[in-house]
């Protein structure tokens, strides 16, 4: 079993290995480190994001409609960001 991202410019699955490597290509140099985009599919993203605040954790890019679903950037209470889609 493979494990599937989502392009964020079309929304079609890809397999993981194919969107760290996008991700590699587009981070702006070794001198900044690597880094991994880590989205969660939930069912309602604002009361996802009242959930997260509640619990200690921060908005970081405000939910907005796009083609992909509802999308927001948060942190968890560690500061650790992920990304949520409805």
Do not use: W
């Amino acid at each position: 079993m493979s494990s599937v991202a989502t392009n964020r410019l079309s929304c079609r699955p890809r397999t993981i290995d194919t969107a760290i490597q996008r991700q590699s290509d587009e981070s702006p140099g070794p001198e900044y480190g690597g880094y991994v985009s880590v989205y969660f599919t939930v069912a309602d993203a604002d009361a996802t994001i009242a959930a997260i605040e509640a619990a200690g954790g921060a908005v970081v890019i405000p939910a907005e409609d796009t083609p992909c679903g509802r999308l927001a950037a948060v942190t968890d209470p560690t500061g650790a960001m992920f990304k949520i889609v409805a």
